[in-house]
Antibody, heavy 120, light 108 residues
Framework: QVTLRESGPALVKPTQTLTLTCTFS??????????VSWIRQPPGKALEWLAL???????YYNTSLKTRLTISKDTSKKQVVLTMTNVDPVDTATYYC????????????WGQGTLVTVSS | SYVVTQPPSVSVAPGKTARFTCGGN??????VHWYQQKPGQAPVPVIY???DRPSGIPERFSASNSGNTATLTISRVEAGDEADYYC???????????FGGGTKLTVL
């Protein structure tokens, strides 16, 4: 059974660094083709893809946010971590992680999401 | 980077057919995935690779992709289909995923 679960702070202050963790089970991120992405959704707005890491540790980022994002994985802990620097209130959103079994395959499993509010 | 465009809303009476468009330059050359998102829930895939329904998705959900427009169709719409629907493509030029802005389905 594949599951993903996001965790992280519910509230961060502007200019701080946000660190989110996706803990998954039911699959291995060492399996050829496997990828985990982070996606966010501001309240009442659309989905926005943020970053992807693949089984070979290649990383891809949303070009408009690339300078602020870092994605990494710990395969032994079955975790994918996203850090976002210099957060702003516009980064307030529900953050999801999701799995794909290859780059251009759809996201077949999603976490339930975690709401992060950026406010002083 | 690649842009996909969705109309903000679609309204349809129960039992009728709802169509959602996803526009993009030569989108037929890309694989389009579709997601359903109900309030307070994570998105759920309803179509993979232009036309493939994941297991558990009713046959009422179908899709196509031609030219500059991909289309998701829901036949015999039910009240439970009320949700936001998003299309998604992988942009090979910039190596990133792109989501459309989503279309809200209202069942009248």
């Amino acid at each position: 059974q594949v599951t993903l679960r996001e965790s992280g702070p519910a509230l961060v202050k502007p200019t701080q660094t946000l660190t989110l963790t996706c803990t998954f089970s039911g699959f291995s991120l060492t399996t050829s083709g496997m990828c985990v992405s982070w996606i966010r959704q501001p309240p009442g707005k659309a989905l926005e893809w943020l970053a992807l890491i693949d089984w070979g540790d290649d990383k891809y980022y949303n070009t408009s946010l690339k300078t602020r994002l870092t994605i990494s994985k710990d395969t032994s802990k079955k975790q994918v971590v996203l850090t976002m620097t210099n957060v702003d209130p516009v980064d307030t959103a529900t953050y999801y992680c999701a799995r794909t079994q290859h780059y251009n395959w759809g996201f077949d499993y999603w976490g339930q999401g975690t709401l992060v509010t950026v406010s002083s | 980077s690649y842009v996909v465009t969705q109309p903000p809303s679609v309204s349809v009476a129960p039992g009728k057919t709802a169509r959602f468009t996803c526009g993009g330059n030569n989108i037929e050359s890309k694989s389009v995935h579709w997601y359903q998102q109900k309030p307070g829930q994570a998105p759920v895939p309803v179509i993979y690779f232009d036309t493939d329904r994941p297991s558990g998705i009713p046959e009422r959900f179908s899709a196509s992709n031609s030219g500059n427009t991909a289309t998701l169709t829901i036949s015999r719409v039910e009240a439970g289909d009320e949700a936001d629907y998003y299309c998604q493509v992988w942009d090979t030029n910039s190596d990133q995923w792109v989501f459309g802005g989503g279309t809200k389905l209202t069942v009248l």
